[in-house]
């Protein structure tokens, strides 16, 4: 039995867990190494891809980083989260700023170092990347559009670093790209609709602010439109094996999306819209095993 001291350290544990939302990092991290072996180097021998330490230095700065920008996130947003997401709001607080801000710090540094092993363009990367996700979560965020527009961005900086590390520069993955960015983006949009309440209250000037919910709510609707397209493409132009499947049920899923926006009012609407989008992301993520199931088995040697 755990007594009230190794108690109370677990809780706190599970808070950081929950301000760096590790069970994300997780997924992005396996987002990283799925896309380098399937989809960036398909070509290369699976065990150079797996044991590539530079490609391990590359996903653990990324992990690091991303980690840091929650936490900085969570910063800036403890009081708006006090309204949004009182239950978790509380779970985070068990640790304190001035640790959260430590830990912040220790993770930036440490992910230059480790991003100095692959080179010093690596190093300017991950430094660019902290100065932007601190800029977003400083000032950024609070500007309609374009916050929505540099939070899709960051998100799938990770992805770019990895891109640019193979330097494949094949149709298909800018079309991948795009496919994830939309939906991101749709996602961000989403949660302004989510966060409501709290934004209002902490004087943020997102779009359904401004311009009311039913003009973000066009908006949203004529993104996801646009992210059928290079679903569309992904099924019928280009090779992605059983992955079609995958966006065949992504297709049906946005329509569903769509409908469902148009009927949506309160936040346990936007709620049920903004978990489609993210279930969609997290199961995309798995499914490029689907592109060639036997191509892990055929490359072991």
């Known amino acids: 039995m755990f007594n009230r001291k190794n108690k109370l350290l677990l809780l706190k544990v599970l808070s950081l867990f929950s301000v760096v939302r590790g069970y994300n990092i997780l ?3 396996l987002a990283q190494y799925l896309a380098s072996i399937y989809i960036l180097s398909p070509k290369l021998p699976l065990r150079q891809v797996v044991f590539d330490v530079n490609l391990f230095a590359i996903v653990i700065s990324s992990a690091m980083v991303i ?16 309204i949004n997401k009182p239950r978790k709001s509380m779970l985070d607080r068990l640790v304190s700023q001035r640790f959260k801000l430590t830990t912040y710090f220790v993770l930036n540094f440490l992910a ?9 363009r690596a190093v300017f990367f991950f430094s660019s990347y902290i100065f932007g996700i601190w800029l977003y979560s400083h000032k950024l965020k609070r500007i309609p559009l374009l916050g ?3 939070s899709a961005t960051l998100a799938i900086t ?3 670093v990895v891109f640019v590390y193979y330097r ?12 994830l960015f939309l939906l991101i983006l749709a996602r961000e949009m989403i949660k302004d609709l989510e966060n409501l309440s709290g934004d209002i209250a902490q004087n943020y000037r997102t779009i359904p602010i401004i311009y009311g919910a039913k003009t973000s709510k066009i908006s949203i609707t004529l993104l996801v439109l646009l992210t059928l397209l290079p679903s569309l493409l992904l099924i019928f132009k280009f090779d992605v094996g059983y ?15 769509i409908f469902l926006l148009s009927r949506a009012e309160t936040k346990k609407d936007y709620v ?21 199931v036997n191509l892990v088995l055929n490359r072991i040697l």
């Open 243 to 257: 992955m079609n499947f995958y966006f065949s049920i992504c297709v049906l899923l946005l329509v569903l999306f």
């Open 27 to 29: 997924v992005i991290a």
């Open 272 to 292: 049920w819209l903004h978990n489609i989008l993210k279930l969609i992301i997290v199961v995309g993520v798995f499914s490029i095993l689907l592109i060639d």
């Open 112 to 120: 230059v170092i480790v991003a100095s092993y692959v080179s010093f």
């Open 168 to 179: 494949n520069f094949e149709a298909v993955i800018f079309v991948h790209a795009i496919f």
């Open 67 to 82: 980690a840091g920008g929650y936490i900085i996130n969570n910063f800036y947003d403890a009081e708006k989260d006090l």
């Open 148 to 150: 929505n527009f540099i």
């Open 158 to 160: 990770p992805f770019f």
